[in-house]
Nanobody, 121 residues
Framework: QVQLVEFGGGLVQAGGSLRLSCVASGSRFSIVAMGWYRQAPGKQRDFVAQ???????TYADSVKDRFTISRDNAKNTVYLQMDYLKPEDTAVYYC??????WGQGLVRDYWGQGTQVTVSS
């Protein structure tokens, strides 16, 4: 099994910045891709950004040029640097990892518990 824990949410004024972190822990696994999603009240969960071991990161159009995703492979950690935050960025942010489970021949997704980001106007 793999567990994901997010850190770094909070309250910030519009135009400000926050940095989210997500750490994956467990045994006998390797990460294929890690990413961030968000869910505002009453809305569906939407893609924000993803980073894989190959190719450039991908971003939702709504956050491109404001958010930056990065990854520390040695620490099994993914980061989301959020700059120039807007009130419409307010949501619960979830970390997602696409994981290869050794010995089981499986690739499956895991989710974190979410962290609240609130941007005041």
């Amino acid at each position: 099994q793999v567990q994901l824990v997010e850190f770094g949410g909070g309250l910030v004024q519009a135009g400000g910045s926050l940095r989210l972190s997500c750490v994956a822990s467990g045994s006998r696994f390797s990460i294929v891709a890690m990413g961030w999603y968000r869910q505002a009240p009453g809305k569906q969960r939407d893609f924000v950004a993803q980073i894989t071991s190959e190719g450039p990161p991908t971003y939702a159009d709504s956050v491109k040029d404001r958010f930056t995703i990065s990854r520390d492979n040695a620490k099994n950690t993914v980061y989301l640097q959020m700059d120039y935050l807007k009130p419409e960025d307010t949501a619960v942010y979830y970390c997602k990892a696409n994981v290869h489970l050794w010995g089981q021949g499986l690739v499956r997704d895991y989710w974190g518990q979410g962290t609240q980001v609130t941007v005041s106007s």
